[in-house]
Every structure is written in structure tokens, then in C-alpha cells.
């Protein structure tokens, strides 16, 4: 798995653990085009460096956890990926809004390249990169939200005990129709977008309080 300099290499002490939102990167951040093979191609989806920087305001750790088997597959270098990531953390710092860990799983076992072929533990449903991001960022798993737009997100919430949230953004709306009713695992929470899911956590949140 991969994971950039946002992410602290400390971890924290178990007793002082936080809860955070995980985000799906693409269909819930940008839009879904496919695989996004040139830099053109990434765009934020309306409203998205709202909700994020309204997690910021409530002290919730935002961290994205993506699949990017297009790496893998060969379709873009790791360089676009570095590209298309600083392009999404300056569009949100523009709208005063920041993400505190990005993860990324580049595996695939059809891959081209040998050092991505390989079965991995953090390709999404596997909870490899939620426990990497928990393990650095002092996050408690079971107190977080994933949110996503496919059903590989929220097995993945699922199977490490946080609450999941479907956004009908992206594949979402489909997944919802023709995927979701056949699956044992169901979201917490459907939201149009991520401002809803947002605000839906944060009042979640509140209540706790």
C-alpha cells in the first residue's frame, strides 16, 4: 500500500484514539470518469470542500482511502497520481479545507508491473489501508465512518466495525439499485453527495456529545 507525507509515521497512544471519516476518492471526492489518466480529467464535485472543511471545523480526521488499479494496470504513471493528488489537496485548501492522511491501494493481480501483482490486504474490500491510516493516525476504527460510492467501501467499513455511508454520487445511485438489495451488508446512512453525509455524521457526532 501507498501513502504520502500527510500521514504521520508516530502512532498514538492507544487509550487517546479519535474517531474520522474515511472517504472513498473517486465518485465521492471528484467525479467518476473511469480511470483518471490525465490531470483534465480530475474534477471535485460540487460541495465537496465544504463538507470537508466542516469536518476540519468539528476535529474530525478526514483520510481518503483509494483503489487505483489503473497504476497497476499501467493506464498512468505513479508520477499523474502525484499529480492529480496535489491537484485535489490545493482545490480543497482553496475552499479552506485540508485532508490529514491520503492512502492508496496500486495492486492489482492482473498487473503489468511485478511489484504491483500481488494479493494484497489493502485492496478495498480489505481493510488493509483503514488499519494503516488507524495505526498513524491514532484513529479508532470503531468510533469512524466510511463513506463511499461503491459496495467495496462499505464492506470494508463493515468489516472493521465503523458506521458506512453510500453516496448516490459516482456508481452510487446504480450500486444502490441494482447491487445493494442482494448484499448482507447495508449502509447506515444513503446521502445525495458528501454534504449530506456529512452533515448526517456531524449530528451523529453531536448527539454524543
Not at 465518485?27 to 465537496?48: A, K, S
Not at 471545523?57 to 478526514?62: F, R, T, W
Not at 439499485?177 to 442482494?182: A, L, Q, V, W
Request: hydrophobic letters at 35%; one cysteine or more; proline letters at 5%.
Amino acid at each position: 500500500m501507498m501513502t504520502d507525507q500527510l500521514a504521520s509515521s508516530k502512532a498514538t497512544d492507544p487509550t487517546t484514539r479519535r474517531p474520522a471519516v474515511f472517504l472513498d476518492r473517486d465518485g465521492t471526492i471528484n467525479e467518476q470518469m473511469g480511470y483518471i489518466n490525465h490531470i483534465t480529467r480530475f474534477h471535485l464535485l460540487p460541495g465537496v470542500g465544504q463538507a470537508i472543511r466542516s469536518l476540519n471545523q468539528a476535529g474530525l480526521p478526514v483520510a481518503v482511502v483509494t483503489n487505483q488499479s489503473g497504476l497497476a494496470r499501467g493506464y498512468f504513471p505513479e508520477s499523474l497520481l502525484d499529480e492529480v493528488h496535489e491537484k485535489m489537496r490545493r482545490q480543497l485548501a482553496l475552499e479552506g479545507a485540508r485532508i490529514d492522511g491520503l492512502y492508496i491501494c496500486p495492486h492489482h493481480p492482473e498487473a503489468k508491473e511485478e511489484r504491483f501483482r500481488l494479493a494484497c490486504n489493502c485492496r478495498k474490500p480489505k481493510t488493509g489501508l483503514l488499519e494503516q491510516a488507524a495505526a498513524e493516525l491514532g484513529l479508532d476504527l470503531a468510533r469512524s465512518y466510511m463513506v463511499g460510492d461503491r459496495w467495496s467501501d462499505l464492506r470494508c467499513g463493515a468489516a472493521v466495525g465503523a458506521t458506512t455511508v453510500l453516496v448516490l454520487t459516482g456508481y452510487g445511485r446504480g450500486d444502490a439499485c441494482y447491487i445493494g438489495p442482494t448484499q448482507p451488508v447495508q449502509p447506515h446512512y444513503v446521502a445525495e453527495d458528501l454534504q449530506d453525509a456529512v452533515q448526517w455524521i456531524l449530528a451523529r457526532e453531536s448527539k454524543k456529545s
